[in-house]
C-alpha cells in the first residue's frame, strides 16, 4: 500500500541524517574513494571505523573527522588480504564502536606489469587475496551477524574494468568481476535483511590517477558520454544510496558511478 502524500513527504523531510544511529565500517577508508565515503557516512549520523594497513593515516583522518561531526571515528591498522586479521579487525570495531550496520568493502589494489606473460604468481595471489578473498571473509563474517541481528547494509567498491578487461589490468578485473559474483551469492545468503550491492567505479581523480598519462586520459575520455575523470566525492551520492533508507528494496545491483564509461562503444 502506498504512503500518503504527507507520510511521503515526511520521510523525505526526515532523511538528513540518514545514516543516524548506524555504525559503518569503511575499508581501504584513509585515502582515495573509501576517505570520501567515510566522511560522507560520519556527515550523515553514522559512527565511522576507518581501517587501512596504516593505522597512522586512519588515525589522522579520524581525528579530523570526528572534530568535525561529533561523530566517534575510530582508526584501525588491517590487511584484508590477510585471512585471519579480517576477523580480528570486526572484533576490534564492534569492541570500541559497537556492532557494525554497514560494510564498505573499498579497500583494492591494482598493481602494473610489464606483459601477461611477466604476472607473477605473488603479484596475481595478492591482487585476488584484497580485492576478493577479504571482501569475501569479512562479508561472511559480518552478514552473518548482520542477519543474527536482525538486518544491515553491505557495500562493495567494484571496477567499470569488471566490464571493459584489458590486458594491462587483468588479474584486477577478474578479481572485480569475481567480487560481482560475491555481491548476487551474499545477497541471496543473507536476505531479506540484510542488502548486499556494489559500485562499480570508473576512473577518479585520485592519488593513485597521479601516475596516468594525462594526455592518454584526455583522448580516452573524449569517448565517454561525460568526457572526463570523476572528482572523488562524486561516489558518495551512489554510497549514501546504497547504504541508506532509500535503497530498501535495492539487492544484489550492480550501479555503474564512471561517468558513461560502460555505455561508451
Not at 48 to 76: I, N, Q, Y
Not at 130 to 153: D, I, S, W, Y
Not at 240 to 253: D, F, K, M, V
Amino acid at each position: 500500500m502506498s504512503a500518503s502524500v504527507t507520510e511521503a513527504v515526511a520521510a523525505v523531510r526526515a532523511d538528513t541524517a540518514p545514516l543516524a544511529g548506524r555504525t559503518a565500517l569503511v575499508t581501504g577508508g584513509s585515502r582515495g574513494l573509501g576517505r570520501e565515503i567515510a566522511i560522507a557516512f560520519a556527515a550523515a549520523g553514522a559512527d565511522v571505523a576507518v581501517a587501512s594497513r596504516k593505522k597512522d593515516a586512519c588515525a589522522a583522518l579520524a581525528e579530523e573527522l570526528s572534530a568535525a561531526t561529533g561523530r566517534r571515528v575510530t582508526a584501525h591498522a588491517a590487511h584484508v588480504g590477510q585471512w585471519d586479521q579480517v576477523g580480528d579487525l570486526l572484533d576490534e570495531v564492534e569492541h570500541e564502536l559497537g556492532p557494525v550496520d554497514v560494510l564498505v568493502n573499498n579497500a583494492g589494489i591494482a598493481p602494473t606489469y610489464p606483459s601477461l606473460d611477466q604476472v607473477s604468481e605473488e603479484l596475481f595471489d595478492k591482487v585476488f587475496a584484497v580485492n576478493v578473498k577479504g571482501p569475501f571473509r569479512l562479508t561472511a563474517l559480518a552478514g552473518r551477524r548482520m542477519a543474527g541481528r536482525g538486518g544491515g547494509v553491505v557495500l562493495n567498491i567494484s571496477s567499470m574494468g569488471s566490464g571493459r578487461p584489458t590486458a594491462g589490468d587483468l588479474p584486477y578485473t577478474a578479481a572485480k568481476a569475481a567480487l560481482n559474483t560475491l555481491t548476487a551469492g551474499f545477497a541471496q545468503e543473507y536476505g531479506p535483511t540484510v542488502r548486499v550491492n556494489t559500485i562499480l567505479a570508473g576512473p577518479f581523480a585520485t592519488d593513485i590517477s597521479r601516475s596516468w598519462d594525462p594526455d592518454a586520459v584526455a583522448a580516452m575520455a573524449r569517448s565517454w558520454p561525460l568526457e572526463r575523470v570523476g572528482e572523488p566525492a562524486e561516489i558518495v551520492g551512489a554510497a549514501l544510496y546504497l547504504c541508506g533508507p532509500h535503497a530498501s528494496y535495492t539487492t544484489g545491483a550492480l550501479l555503474a558511478v564512471d561517468g558513461g564509461r560502460l555505455a561508451a562503444p
